[in-house]
């Protein structure tokens, strides 16, 4: 009798096991033959080789789904073991139209047209600028395909960066550590990654530096490697502190650069480093520009209407 040691990586074993081991119970139903028991953050089973090897397939099999869809639930554990071969972890609908799904399974994918065309610069265009106004899903598009190219393997981290300034508004002391006085600024790209990555795999990839969420002013000095990175809310850098992250791409680097023109909130007298970056980089082959417009607005549809009074009056 052969014993073998099958180990869940980052997985959190309650999402493959089952709450009350239900997922495990079902594993065993199927291979009757073997001992098998599941224990911290294992599977350890017994029995003949050719038993083991197969069960050793459908176990990684479910760890592969669950990595891919984030979601293991009764049906699919029992249709991944009943299937032939592994074809199922490739989607039955449309995976090409998917950036990545997130937690609980969801379905992201591109939802307008201007989205689509980050994705399409993306493939062709090692930086891209996004630029538009709230809501038209900037960020939140960035950030999927910042997490589609991680669980690819095409980059080794993620590296997520913001301008601390203050939105018109002055708030004085915060206490707390760094990341205690940074994460008020940072609150949106926690919420997209929360949204695209489970709770206990995401607070490892920021424990262990696969991703990195970090101030502007932090990337001075370092040379990014093998990274998706992306800065948000690009109108409130500086002409000096777009060019110094700009600068800052090194091999098998994927930069996306994300803003509104209309929202910058530098003191008057300074230049968004956005709009010097959009009047002298257009013409750079390999960077790509994408123009996004209130038809893209995905949030509240009053949220358009707004937007267009906005613009309105911006140009009186």
Request: some cysteine.
């Amino acid at each position: 009798m052969q014993e073998i040691i099958i180990s869940l990586d980052s997985n959190s074993p309650v999402d493959i096991f089952g709450i009350n081991h239900e997922h495990v119970n079902i594993i065993k139903d199927h291979f009757p033959k073997l001992k098998i028991v599941a224990r911290g953050n294992e599977f350890r089973a017994k029995g003949n080789e050719k038993e083991l090897l197969q069960f050793t397939r459908k176990v990684n099999a479910l760890i592969e789904h669950y990595n891919t869809y984030n979601v293991l639930d009764k049906e699919g554990i029992k249709g991944i073991l009943n299937e032939p071969s592994e074809t199922h972890i490739r989607a039955r609908i449309g995976q090409e139209e998917v950036l990545v799904y997130g937690t609980g399974g969801t379905l992201i994918r591109a939802r307008t047209q201007n989205q689509l065309k980050i994705v399409e610069a993306c493939e062709d265009h090692d930086m891209v600028f996004a630029i538009g106004p709230a809501g038209t899903g900037k960020t939140y598009t960035a950030v999927a395909l910042a997490v589609r190219a991680l669980k690819n393997h095409k980059v080794e981290r993620i590296i997520l960066t913001r301008p601390a300034v203050e939105a018109g508004e002055n708030l004085g002391f915060l206490p707390g550590d760094l990341k205690d006085k940074l994460d008020p600024y940072i609150l949106p790209l926690y919420d997209a990654l929360y949204d695209m990555i489970p709770s206990n795999k995401l607070h490892q990839y920021l424990e262990d530096g696969t991703i990195q969420i970090a101030p502007l002013a932090f990337m001075r000095g370092r040379t990014l490697d093998n990274a998706f990175v992306i800065l948000d809310e690009a109108q409130n850098a500086s002409a000096n502190q777009m060019k110094m992250f700009l600068t800052r791409m090194g091999a098998n680097a994927q930069f996306i650069v994300t803003g509104d023109i209309s929202q910058v909130d530098l003191p008057r007298n300074q230049q968004s480093g956005l709009v010097h970056a959009l009047r002298n980089l257009e013409n750079i082959e390999g960077i790509a520009f994408v123009r996004l417009g209130d038809r893209d607005v995905i949030r509240h549809p009053i949220v358009k209407d707004i937007i267009k009074a906005y613009d309105k009056e911006g140009k009186k």
